[in-house]
């Protein structure tokens, strides 16, 4: 056996003592806990053979009819196009593809890759611990509205559901957030209460804008503008009202004010000069 074959021979080896079953859990407890590996030859981009077994240099197969994996064969390391060995870890909830042995050996054998995972594992807990600390806070009527307009233009004229408009609003979290039904009952009140004014309507379980929805932000945007503008103006009012009440009091002389420049002094001391240079005239 060639230098290449004996590598082969010892990674699929050490592979196929983790050899994943028929059925692989991909949720919950179950689905964490799986740490296994699909072995697969590909051809033409499509399936072809399935390794269910290794035993030295001879493989057991199942090969692909076009609909599942069914028929069973016995091969040798030497008839598999290394190039189409695809290697697929089902490590925890995670899924990573390898293409061929040196991108295994390359990616996976330094275990690179399962720091990024078990990192990303890390800060994804501390993530979803602050967010169930958090309070879910309720978009308000108007806000959920100009929300599903703008979903409205980017996809097109599509609906959302109760479940993935809260998704995009606080992120998948949500679903395990201590306040999650309650919220998602809020959400669900706000939406009916647009269907009932006729800014939204309900297909099945999707939310669609109608076209009252644009003249509603229209009229609730020109208010909110109005009412903008008479804030400012009560503001300027106000501060216009105290600046004429402190001149009132200057001229009742309520408020006194300091002299800002005395000129009593100054006007003695030139009669004191005057009367200084007549008495040195005289002498």
Not at 92 to 119: C, H, K, M, P, V
Not at 158 to 166: A, D, F, K, T
Request: net charge positive.
């Amino acid at each position: 056996m060639n230098p290449i074959n004996k590598l082969y021979s010892i990674v699929l080896s050490h592979l196929g003592k983790r050899l994943c079953e028929n059925r692989i859990p991909r949720s919950g407890e179950k689905g964490k806990a799986v740490n296994c590996f699909v072995l697969a030859i590909d051809r033409d981009r499509g399936p072809f053979q399935l390794i269910t077994k290794i035993s030295g240099n001879l493989l057991t197969v199942l090969e692909w009819n076009e609909t599942s994996y069914t028929d069973e064969k016995v091969i040798e390391l030497e008839q598999i196009d290394r190039k189409q060995l695809r290697i697929i870890h089902y490590y925890g909830l995670s899924e990573i593809r390898y293409y061929g042995l040196w991108d295994y050996l390359r990616n996976g054998a330094t275990g690179f890759q399962y720091l990024l995972i078990i990192g990303y594992g890390t800060l994804s807990s501390v993530n979803q611990y602050f967010f169930i600390k958090k309070k879910l806070v309720t978009k308000q009527r108007m806000e959920l509205l100009q929300y599903l307009v703008a979903h409205h233009y980017e996809s097109g004229g599509g609906g959302l559901g109760v479940i993935e408009l809260m998704s995009q609003l606080y992120s998948i979290r949500w679903i395990s957030h201590p306040d999650s039904e309650s919220q998602q009952r809020k959400v669900e009140l706000y939406l009916a209460s647009l269907v009932d004014s006729g800014e939204l309507e309900k297909n099945g379980t999707s939310y669609r804008v109608k076209g009252k929805a644009i003249s509603t932000i229209e009229s609730f945007e020109e208010e909110e503008r109005r009412h903008t503008d008479n804030v400012r103006l009560q503001r300027k009012a106000i501060w216009v009202s105290v600046i004429l009440a402190v001149f009132a009091l200057i001229q009742a002389d309520v408020i006194k004010l300091p002299t800002v420049l005395d000129y009593s002094n100054t006007a003695l001391t030139q009669e004191n000069g005057e009367l200084h240079n007549r008495v040195r005239a005289g002498l």
